[in-house]
Nanobody
Framework: VQLVESGGGLVQTGGSLRLSCETS????????IGWFREAPGKGREGVSC????????YYADFVKGRFVISSDNAKKTVDLQMNRLTPEDTAIYYC????????????????????????????????WGPGIQVTVSS
């Protein structure tokens, strides 16, 4: 199993970046892909998550209206388009995979809890990419 992030870098306030997470070694539809970030001195926080199985999409409140997550099922990639960036978005960004199932039509984590509530917790994820730096200058 492998996840690799790309597309990070340095951008000015108000600018945009597009991160991409390339995945391999697992069945894409059996996992949801989340994006996390970790700024210096802060914990790892969930940014967004996408479930290919049901096209479910989730965002943290602090990125709603600015970031857009999408997938290319043929390429098995999940992208994060980041717009109107601010210095507070500076962090190392990670993509990660969480195993899901869908009993009774509800997407749940391996703990059996709804993905809608599980996705922001990094402890629920099974595989991680190495991370990529995003720096927003003021």
């Amino acid at each position: 199993v492998q996840l690799v992030e790309s597309g990070g870098g340095l951008v000015q306030t108000g600018g945009s970046l597009r991160l991409s997470c390339e995945t391999s070694g697992f069945t894409f539809a059996q996992f949801a892909i989340g994006w996390f970030r970790e700024a210096p001195g802060k914990g790892r926080e969930g940014v967004s998550c996408l479930s290919v199985f049901d096209d479910g999409i989730y965002y943290a409140d602090f990125v709603k209206g600015r970031f857009v997550i999408s997938s290319d099922n043929a390429k098995k990639t999940v992208d994060l388009q980041m717009n109107r960036l601010t210095p507070e978005d500076t962090a190392i960004y990670y993509c990660a995979a969480i195993r899901i199932s869908h009993p009774m039509g509800v997407i749940v984590s391996r703990r059996g809890l709804p993905l809608s509530s599980e996705w922001p917790d990094s402890l629920n994820y099974d595989y991680w990419g190495p991370g990529i730096q995003v720096t927003v200058s003021s």
